[in-house]
Every structure is written in structure tokens, then in C-alpha cells.
């Protein structure tokens, strides 16, 4: 199994451009979630969802976008990028709340 | 909301010496779970603790889940260089679907 995939692995966008993160996990998970990394602030939740049409924020959700139109994926989207933005982010997916996560090799991005 | 804080953030220890790193909750948690990300990589998942006073073992760290299940601790016995890296607790938010994660404590270990 492949597991969590995320594309791109590196990234680097200018102040104002947009793009989407992918995620797509083969496990037939419904949990799915997005974090991002930074230095001593940990892992913080930005999206998450618990199944397909169904998507809520977590801790930092401003400046995210996201949709699960299908169980297997679920995109994050940077309407207009800010180098606050600037982070690691992680896809991650479980069976449910109670079960551990599986997490993507992560995207490095770079806003300048 | 629901917080998890760990502590101590860095720790460098001597190859051999012990390593404890805690975690607190706000909330009381249904479960707690622990990972490793190791330099450069993803969290891994390590383990899951359920009930109140568990204490569970893999080789050399121990991980105990406290009374309140409101905190957790992992320890690991005669650290090794390969034990070198990230430790995080997480905890779900109720039935919500939410995995709040701890800030980490990041390991060196000096050969």
C-alpha cells in the first residue's frame, strides 16, 4: 500500500499566488486532516474531516481551503499565499478518532 | 479549546543517560497516543494508551497514562543515537474528530 501521498514535496510561491496541496490516501480511511509544522509551535491542526462532504477547522484554519469530495483525497488550498504561510505540511489519515494516524512525507513551502 | 502542552521542548542527553518527556491536557482524554519524527521525516506512530493508570512497554520506553487521563509521560531507558528525534503526544478532541497534537520535545543524543 502506498499509504498517504502529498504532492508537491517542495514548493515556493510568491506573496499572492494560489495553489492546492494534494493529498491522497489507498487505506479507505474517512479521517483526514491537514497540519502544519513550525519551529517549537509543534503540530497545529488547520482542516480536518471525518468523511467524504464533510470538513471542519481546527486551530488555524485562516487562509485554508479545503473539500472532500471523495474519500481518498482531500486538497488544501492557498488562496492568495502569505510568507506566514511559510511552513511543513502534513496530510494525515486514521480509521477514526481513536486509532492512530498515518501521516504523508509532509510539503515544504516557501512564500517570498 | 482543548490543550495539550509537553514538556521540556529540548533535551540533549549523553548516550546511555535516561529521557522523560511529560504531556498535560486541559481535558481529560479518552486516549492518548505518541509519536516519533525522526530529523527530516514524518510522524510515525508509536503507541496508544486507553485506560486510566495504563503503563505500556516497547523495549526500552515505557509510557504511562496518568489517573486523571489528563497526562502521560514517556520514558526511555539508556537513550541511544537511533532514539534521536521528535516526541509528540496527541490527544482527540471528544467525538469531534479532532487529534491535538503537543508542541514535541525534540532529543539529541550525544555519542
Known amino acids: 500500500n502506498a499509504g498517504v501521498t502529498q504532492t508537491p514535496k517542495f514548493q515556493v510561491l510568491k506573496t499572492g499566488q494560489s495553489m492546492t496541496l494534494q493529498c491522497a490516501q489507498d487505506?479507505?480511511?474517512?479521517?483526514m486532516s491537514w497540519y502544519r509544522q513550525d519551529p517549537g509551535m509543534g503540530l497545529r491542526l488547520i482542516h480536518y474531516?471525518?468523511?467524504?462532504?464533510?470538513?471542519d477547522q481546527g486551530e488555524v484554519p485562516n487562509g485554508y481551503n479545503v473539500s472532500r469530495s471523495t474519500t481518498e483525497d482531500f486538497p488544501l488550498r492557498l488562496l492568495s499565499a502569505a510568507p506566514s504561510q511559510t511552513s511543513v505540511y502534513f496530510c494525515?489519515?486514521?480509521?477514526?478518532?481513536?486509532?492512530?494516524?498515518?501521516f504523508g512525507q509532509g510539503t515544504r513551502l516557501t512564500v517570498v | 479549546g482543548q490543550q495539550v502542552m509537553q514538556i521540556p521542548q529540548y533535551q540533549h542527553v549523553q548516550e546511555g543517560e535516561d529521557f522523560t518527556t511529560y504531556c498535560n491536557s486541559s481535558?481529560?482524554?479518552?486516549?492518548i497516543q505518541w509519536y516519533k519524527q525522526r530529523p527530516g521525516g514524518h510522524p510515525v506512530f508509536l503507541i496508544q494508551?486507553?485506560?486510566?493508570?495504563e503503563v505500556k512497554k516497547q523495549k526500552r520506553l515505557t509510557f504511562q497514562f496518568g489517573e486523571a487521563k489528563k497526562n502521560s509521560s514517556l520514558h526511555i531507558t539508556a537513550t541511544q543515537t537511533t532514539d534521536v528525534g521528535t516526541y509528540f503526544c496527541?490527544?482527540?478532541?471528544?467525538?469531534?474528530?479532532?487529534?491535538?497534537f503537543g508542541q514535541g520535545t525534540t532529543l539529541q543524543v550525544k555519542p
Open positions: 494525515a489519515s486514521s480509521y477514526s478518532d481513536n486509532t492512530e494516524a498515518f
Open positions: 481535558t481529560t482524554l479518552s486516549n
Open positions: 474531516s471525518v468523511g467524504a462532504g464533510i470538513t
Open positions: 487505506m479507505n480511511h474517512e479521517y
Open positions: 494508551l486507553v485506560k486510566s493508570g
Open positions: 496527541a490527544g482527540p478532541t471528544g467525538n469531534t474528530g479532532k487529534l491535538i
